[in-house]
T-cell receptor
Framework: GDSVTQTEGQVTVSESKSLIINCTYSTTSIAYPNLFWYVRYPGEGLQLLLKVITAGQKGSSRGFEATYNKETTSFHLQKASVQESDSAVYYCALGDRYVGDNSKLIWGLGTSLVVNP | GGIITQTPKFLIGQEGQKLTLKCQQNFNHDTMYWYRQDSGKGLRLIYYSITENDLQKGDLSEGYDASREKKSSFSLTVTSAQKNEMAVFLC??????????????FGEGSKLTVL
């Protein structure tokens, strides 16, 4: 089957420190994976943070970066210097480029980031 | 920009009761989705709809009905609520296909508690 595994539970980081949230995927049915990071800020709905559809490419948004590594089947989320406003729940997701209706999105369990001032 | 509105935000029901959640979007998106999120589990697709009056079952459709009478709205019914059931239901919409594949817009969620 297809699955996404990301850093479990809660990650606590001090403001201005670096962050990495791990995400690895496994697929038996998707020939051309699309990879996504979504974020849920307190009191808001889930929203797309960044996406990458081509292996080897890097996506970036709001200071966050993630590189699609096909060899290690990974899509880790990184930020060099976090801010308190980055406190949120982050979800890694795997999609199929050729399933346009998005019905085959596979979601990680979410990682809660707490940034301490 | 647009918005997705889910009602109610909190829903408390009794075992065996039929309960309905509603979702409205003003993005003019064709496709809408209902996901269930349980503690410790990823989002699981219940139903989706690619156009008005269309319904497609997801991985978790048993025990649920859905309705898409208008392009802008998508409702989900729990046909018989189970005791001790607690989950968050998320509604989403998207443009299907092309460069926007994978870009969903979500509501804030509806939290269900069954007593």
């Amino acid at each position: 089957g297809d699955s996404v595994t990301q850093t479990e539970g809660q990650v606590t980081v001090s403001e201005s420190k670096s962050l990495i949230i791990n995400c690895t995927y496994s697929t038996t049915s998707i020939a051309y994976p699309n990879l996504f990071w979504y974020v849920r800020y307190p009191g808001e709905g889930l929203q797309l943070l960044l996406k990458v559809i081509t292996a080897g490419q890097k996506g970036s948004s709001r200071g966050f970066e993630a590189t699609y590594n096909k060899e290690t089947t990974s899509f880790h989320l990184q930020k060099a210097s976090v801010q308190e406003s980055d406190s949120a729940v982050y979800y890694c997701a795997l999609g199929d480029r050729y399933v346009g209706d998005n019905s085959k999105l596979i979601w990680g369990l979410g990682t809660s980031l707490v940034v301490n001032p | 920009g647009g918005i997705i509105t889910q009602t109610p935000k909190f829903l408390i029901g009794q075992e065996g009761q039929k309960l309905t959640l509603k979702c409205q979007q003003n993005f003019n998106h064709d496709t809408m989705y209902w996901y269930r999120q349980d503690s410790g589990k990823g989002l699981r697709l219940i139903y989706y709809s690619i156009t008005e009056n269309d319904l497609q079952k997801g991985d978790l459709s048993e025990g649920y009905d859905a309705s898409r009478e208008k392009k802008s709205s998508f409702s989900l019914t729990v046909t018989s609520a189970q005791k001790n059931e607690m989950a968050v239901f998320l509604c989403a919409s998207s443009i299907s296909g092309g460069p926007n594949t994978g870009q969903l817009y979500f509501g804030e969620g509806s939290k269900l508690t069954v007593l």
